[in-house]
């Protein structure tokens, strides 16, 4: 979803996969697509637009067919989340079953980096959170994936994927590799 | 847990791309851009248009009023400092600012020296008129870099005249041979391994966005076609008839850059632009583009 935000860098890791992408703003780019990923941004901006060019809705009929896979960065996170308690009318997708705090770690000054452990992986998978949101809430339909100080930053539920770092910004693939998973079983539903 | 990398910085400014950063000076303005669906604002206490009639020396704003802006906002607050002013970034950074801009628009405190920018958690953003300025620029820890343009002037001719030089420059580097890029950098007074990165890689290690005379979604779509990452709109907004919708204008015309219909579309009856000034009434001395060394 090329609204706003470090699409270009999910371009990139895809492309180092031997997948095609194309950038997504309008409803009608959405065709013949298995997978979307919404990137690291501004989420009031994406929000905002996705609703005023219809994507939003467009989206989210894809996803209830079950024939697309949604994963969010950061502010794509924020975009797929059902509740922000904080900004309970933010526009969204809303469709995961998690609540999120937006920049829940300070100011920039505290962002920071470090190694993950995630399920399934066999080495740490270093992330980098930038003025990250935290999951406060995951529901009983939605699978935790990784943790950072006990508290979850990678979920799954379905072919819905949200992450409250950014593997895009680092060189390793593997985020990337475990969604194109979700999304070849979005065709396959399809 | 490792705070205030140069990755975290650098990659703080990738999440601006395909945005736009609006300069605001006071809450209530702060609101609007947000409103609008700006992805940050920029905390001053006068536009550079209000600088360049007032004249007299323009310094950081008062912490005061960089606080309330912060406390209206959920979206990023910068704001800016003098250039090689050391003090006036500490106290930025204090402030919990997101972003520095070591910015040319305010009197520079220093002729010789900017900050060294490494030495800092927060990220900054710095001026560039040319390739050597940018790379310099990067090689002191700027995180992202913008064209300095003709910062209050409504003229984006500036801006197209950076944007290009450095797009232009990048292109040339890639495709020189690899014993020239040591001469190269000599010429252009730009670190040797920041010139071989952009031989390697075909662009700036950073974000690199357009400020300096955007004032309408046009302008702002043009300089996403030159290749730049996101634009900044100093005066352009709160010097117009029409602020809230001109702001909406200018975002959607950066997302939706490559479509003329959405770009026709938003252009249309947005009030009066701001006056603008045609450069070439203006003194050498009156730009603010040759500030910065």
Redesign the interface.
């Known amino acids: 979803m ?8 999910h371009k990139q890791m895809l492309k180092e996969l031997g997948v095609e992408a194309v950038e997504v ?2 409803p009608r780019d959405l065709e013949g697509l298995a997978g979307l990923i919404v990137p ?3 989420s ?2 994406i929000g ?2 996705a609703r ?1 060019y219809g994507l939003e809705g467009a989206v989210r009929e894809r996803v209830r067919e079950g024939s697309l896979a949604v994963w969010g960065t ?2 794509g996170a924020i975009w797929l989340a059902r509740e922000i308690p904080e ?1 309970p009318d933010q526009p969204r997708l809303g469709v995961l079953n998690i609540a999120v705090q ?2 829940a770690y ?9 190694d993950l452990e995630i399920l399934g992986f066999e080495r740490p998978f270093h992330a ?1 959170f ?2 990250a949101p935290r999951i406060l809430k995951v529901g009983d339909d939605v699978r935790v994936l990784a943790k950072h100080q006990n508290e979850a930053v990678l979920v799954q539920s379905g072919k819905l994927l949200a992450g409250t770092f ?1 593997p895009e ?1 680092s060189e390793d693939t593997r985020v990337h590799q475990l969604f194109l998973q979700l999304s070849s079983n979005a065709l396959v539903a399809k | ?5 140069l ?2 910085k650098t ?2 400014a ?6 736009v950063i609006m300069d605001v000076v006071n809450a209530q303005q702060a609101e609007i851009a ?1 409103e609008a ?4 604002v920029m905390a001053l206490e006068r536009v550079p248009a209000d600088i360049r009639a007032q004249g007299g020396v323009a310094r950081m704003s008062d912490p005061k009023l960089i606080k309330e802006i912060i406390g209206a906002v ?3 607050v910068m704001a800016k400092c003098r250039i090689g002013h050391i003090a006036e970034a500490q106290i930025l ?1 204090a402030l ?4 520095i801009d070591e910015s040319e628009v305010l009197t520079p405190a220093d002729e010789s020296f900017h900050i060294d920018k490494h030495a800092f ?3 900054f953003v710095c001026g560039a008129t040319d390739i050597g300025e940018a790379l310099r620029r990067i090689g002191e820890g700027a995180a992202m870099i913008r064209t300095k343009g003709e910062a209050g002037t409504g003229n984006v001719v500036e801006a197209v005249r950076h944007a290009r030089s450095v797009m232009g420059a990048i292109r040339q580097i890639q495709a020189l041979p690899r014993e020239e890029l040591m001469t190269y950098a000599k010429n252009h007074g730009a670190p040797y391994e920041l010139v071989l990165w952009v031989h390697e890689n075909g662009k700036l290690p950073v974000v690199n966005f357009a400020a300096g005379g955007v004032a309408t979604p046009a302008d702002a779509a043009l300089m996403m076609q030159l290749g730049m990452d996101g634009v900044f709109v100093g005066s352009g907004i709160f010097k117009s008839g029409d602020p809230r919708k001109r702001a909406k204008a200018i ?2 015309a ?3 850059y490559n ?1 003329p219909e959405v770009l026709a579309e938003v252009s249309e009856d947005l009030g009066e632009a701001m006056v603008g000034i045609n450069l070439d009434f203006l003194s050498e001395e009156e730009k603010l583009a040759k500030r910065g060394w």
């Open positions: 090329a609204i706003q935000g470090d699409f270009r860098e703003r309008l690291g941004g501004e009031t901006t905002m637009l005023e950061c502010a900004f937006r920049n300070g100011r920039q000054v505290d962002s920071f980096e470090e980098f930038i003025r950014h910004l | 847990m490792e705070k205030g990398t990755r975290v990659g703080f990738e999440m601006f791309k395909g945005g947000q669906g700006a992805v940050a959920s979206i990023p950074q919990g600012v997101d972003f958690k927060v990220p975002v959607r950066v997302t939706h479509n």
